[in-house]
T-cell receptor
C-alpha cells in the first residue's frame, strides 16, 4: 500500500517570494502523483498531476512540480506567490494497477504574508 | 457543467439521530468515494465504490454506511451519529482508467453532532 508524507504542516512566505511545498511518497510499484489545492471554505481542486513522461509538470496558477523517482519525492514550487495562493495543499498518490484509490498527505497550509 | 454535488452543505444534528448526506455526479464516473477531513489529519477515506452495487471500506468506515444503487449517486448514511463524527465530509468521483484516480470533489458537507 502507498503512503504520502508532507513534511511541513504550515509554510509562511512573503508575497512575491518563491515557495516549495515538500511531498514524499512510499510505494513498491510505479505511481501516479497529484497535487490538490483547497481554498478557504471550498472543496479540493486539482492543481497538477504526474502520469508519465517529463518529470517536470506544470499546473494551474503558475505552480509546477518535479517528480524525482530516486528520492520518491514530488515537491510543489512556485517562483512568486500571491495573497490569493493562501490555501491548503494536498499531495496524493495512486499506484499503477492498484485498487486502493488515492492516498492523501495530511496537507500543508500555505500562508502568504504581505 | 461537470460536477459533484453534495447535500446538505451544512448540518447540525444531535447524537443518535439518523442522517443521510447525498452525493451525485453527472460525469458517468465508475468510482466514487467519501472522505472526512479533520484538522491535522488531512483527508481520510471512509468508503469507496468501484461501480454500481460494489462498495468497500476505506480507512475509517466505523459508524458509516453507504449504498450504490445507481451509478450517479453515492449517499453516506450515519445510522447513529456521535460527536466524534463532527467533521467536514467530501464526496469525490473519478473514471476507473488504469488505476488513475484523478478525482473530482464535491463542495463539502460540514457536519456537527451535538
Amino acid at each position: 500500500a502507498q503512503s504520502v508524507t508532507q513534511l511541513d504542516s504550515q509554510v509562511p512566505v512573503f508575497e512575491e517570494a518563491p515557495v516549495e511545498l515538500r511531498c514524499n511518497y512510499s510505494s513498491s510499484v510505479s505511481v501516479y502523483l497529484f497535487w490538490y489545492v483547497q481554498y478557504p471554505n471550498q472543496g479540493l481542486q486539482l492543481l497538477l498531476k504526474y502520469l508519465s513522461g517529463s518529470t517536470l509538470v506544470k499546473g494551474i496558477n503558475g505552480f509546477e512540480a518535479e517528480f524525482n523517482k530516486s528520492q520518491t519525492s514530488f515537491h510543489l514550487r512556485k517562483p512568486s506567490v500571491h495573497i490569493s495562493d493562501t490555501a491548503e495543499y494536498f499531495c496524493a498518490v495512486s499506484e499503477w494497477g492498484g485498487a486502493d484509490g488515492l492516498t492523501f498527505g495530511k496537507g500543508t497550509h500555505l500562508i502568504i504574508q504581505p | 457543467e461537470a460536477q459533484v454535488t453534495q447535500n446538505p452543505r451544512y448540518l447540525i444534528t444531535v447524537t443518535g439521530k439518523k442522517l443521510t448526506v447525498t452525493c451525485s455526479q453527472n460525469m458517468n464516473h465508475e468510482y466514487m468515494s467519501w472522505y472526512r477531513q479533520d484538522p491535522g489529519l488531512g483527508l481520510r477515506q471512509i468508503y469507496y465504490s468501484m461501480n454500481v452495487e460494489v462498495t468497500d471500506k476505506g480507512d475509517v468506515p466505523e459508524g458509516y454506511k453507504v449504498s450504490r444503487k445507481e451509478k450517479r449517486n453515492f449517499p453516506l448514511i450515519l445510522e447513529s451519529p456521535s460527536p466524534n463524527q463532527t467533521s467536514l465530509y467530501f464526496c469525490a468521483s473519478s473514471l476507473l482508467d488504469s488505476s488513475l484516480y484523478e478525482q473530482y470533489f464535491g463542495p463539502g458537507t460540514r457536519l456537527t453532532v451535538t
